[in-house]
C-alpha cells in the first residue's frame, strides 16, 4: 500500500511583510496562526500519513508543533526555499512513494482538493494545484535592476497561461531526482515544478475555482482574514 509525506514548509523570512509581523506563519488570523488552517485541512483530508515541518528555528519549531498533526519531523530550513524542500526530502521515510509540498503562507488550502490533488498524482506522478491568469501580461525588457526597460513589450497569449499554487505533488522517486538535477545543475527555481520540469517530465493542472492567496505583504492579512471569516460563516 503506498504512503504519503506531506511537506509543511513554515521557514519563510517574509521580507516583504516590512517587519508588520514577526513571523507571517505564525500570525494571528481570524483567531488561529496562519500555519494551523494548513494544518488543520491537511489533517481533515486523510492524505497523508506522515509530515516533515519546515522550520526556522527552535522557537518556531515548538509553536509550530501545537498544530501540526502526527506523526510528524521537524526539519531546520535552508537559505532558500529549494535548499528547505531538498532538506525536507532527504528526511523522509524510505517507505514514502507520493509528497506533497506545501507554502503554508496559503492557509486557504481545502481538504477536498487535497483528496482531488492525491488521485491525481496516482495517475499523473506529477500535478499541480493552478488558476487561469485572467489579467493581460506584458513580458518586458530587462534591465539589470529588474526594472522594465525602454524598448517594445511582447504580450503573452493569456489563454496558455496558469499561476501555480501549493499543493504541488509529485512521486517521492521523481521529486527527489528533479531536486538532485537542480542541484547538480546549479539552478535557481521558484516552484517545485520547475524541478521536474527540468527532467522533461510533464506536469498536470489541478484547476482551482477557490481563491487560494498566498500571504506575502502586510495587506494580504485583512483580505485572507475576510475570506477565512466569510467561509466560516458560509460553512464552506
Request: with cysteine; proline share 6%.
Amino acid at each position: 500500500m503506498s504512503r504519503t509525506a506531506a511537506i509543511l514548509l513554515a521557514a519563510g523570512q517574509g521580507r516583504r511583510m516590512r517587519e508588520a509581523v514577526a513571523d507571517k506563519i505564525l500570525a494571528p488570523l481570524a483567531g488561529r496562526p496562519v500555519f494551523a488552517y494548513s494544518a488543520a485541512a491537511f489533517a481533515a483530508s486523510g492524505v497523508a500519513d506522515f509530515y516533515v515541518v519546515v522550520h526556522r528555528d527552535a522557537r518556531q519549531s515548538l509553536e509550530l508543533s501545537c498544530y501540526t498533526p502526527t506523526p510528524a519531523l521537524f526539519v531546520k530550513g535552508g537559505r532558500t526555499r529549494q535548499d528547505s524542500v531538498a532538506n525536507a526530502l532527504a528526511a523522509l521515510p524510505d517507505d514514502v512513494d507520493y509528497v506533497f509540498i506545501h507554502d503554508c503562507a496559503r492557509p486557504l488550502i481545502r481538504p477536498e482538493q487535497l483528496a482531488a490533488l492525491l488521485k491525481a498524482v496516482r495517475r499523473e506522478d506529477a500535478v499541480v494545484l493552478a488558476h487561469r491568469v485572467t489579467d493581460t501580461i506584458k513580458q518586458a525588457p530587462r534591465t539589470r535592476s529588474g526594472a522594465p526597460g525602454r524598448g517594445p513589450a511582447a504580450t503573452l497569449d493569456r489563454a496558455r497561461l496558469w499561476a501555480m499554487e501549493t499543493p504541488q505533488v509529485f512521486a517521492r522517486g521523481l521529486v527527489t531526482r528533479a531536486y538532485a538535477a537542480v542541484q547538480r545543475r546549479g539552478r535557481c527555481i521558484t516552484d517545485d515544478a520547475q524541478a521536474v520540469e527540468l527532467l522533461g517530465h510533464p506536469v498536470a493542472f489541478l484547476e482551482n475555482p477557490h481563491l487560494n492567496p498566498k500571504l506575502t505583504a502586510p495587506g494580504d492579512l485583512a483580505l485572507l482574514e475576510f475570506l477565512l471569516r466569510r467561509a466560516a460563516a458560509l460553512n464552506l
